[in-house]
T-cell receptor
């Protein structure tokens, strides 16, 4: 069965600092990987996705993620964090029929 | 705005009651997915419908049921409600039947509180 692990429950960074959110997956076949963001009281917004090809994918709001098959990882990065990036971030893997399996989420706090 | 709408936004009810949550997918999307988000279980897939037919089932309780109508909107029915059913229920839609890489667009959710 597929699974996703986000090792960091809560991360705090200063505005302007770089960010990396970790995601490890377990899936027997070629994974389809996603990062979603959830602001307080809001739904989930897709940041980026990996299907195949280039292992470095670009997303919205200046985010990028790198797929590393050897490490079963799909870490999310941003070079300079803005206060508006404070939210909860979810990594997910897509399986047959598109069902998403999510990690537990990482809450990002941004200090001014 | 993802284009997926969910009603109602909030729902407060009592144990033992039955409620219906409604979802309208993005224009042109044929698949609808339901997810439950709770503090202890996180985000869990419940069920998927594609063009009116059930396609996949996840950790959905027998007290819960869903359907997708000819106009492609979907309803999630929760009955004999328990305190533990209190959660945020999301609907998502995608273009096709899934095929693994289909992008899902999420609605704003319905927050259910069972007292």
């Amino acid at each position: 069965a597929q699974s996703v692990t986000q090792p960091d429950i809560h991360i705090t960074v200063s505005e302007g600092a770089s960010l990396e959110l970790r995601c490890n997956y377990s899936y027997g076949a070629t994974p389809y990987l996603f990062w979603y963001v959830q602001s307080p009281g809001q739904g989930l917004q897709l940041l980026l996705k990996y299907f195949s090809g280039d292992t470095l994918v670009q997303g919205i709001k200046g985010f990028e993620a790198e797929f590393k098959r050897s490490q079963s990882s799909f870490n999310l990065r941003k070079p300079s964090v803005h206060w508006s990036d404070a939210a909860e971030y979810f990594c997910a893997v897509s399986t047959s029929y598109g069902k998403l399996t999510f990690g537990q989420g990482t809450i990002l706090t941004v200090h001014p | 705005d993802s284009g997926v709408t969910q009603t109602p936004k909030h729902l407060i009810t009592a144990t033992g009651q039955r409620v219906t949550l409604r979802c309208s997918p993005r224009s042109g999307d044929l698949s609808v997915y339901w997810y439950q988000q709770s503090l202890d279980q996180g985000l869990q897939f419940l069920i998927q419908y594609y063009n009116g037919e059930e396609r996949a089932k996840g950790n959905i309780l027998e007290r819960f049921s869903a359907q997708q109508f000819p106009d492609l909107h979907s309803e999630l029915n929760l009955s004999s409600l328990e305190l533990g059913d209190s959660a945020l229920y999301f609907c998502a839609s995608s273009t096709s039947g899934g095929a693994g890489g289909d992008t899902q667009y999420f609605g704003p959710g319905t927050r259910l509180t069972v007292l």
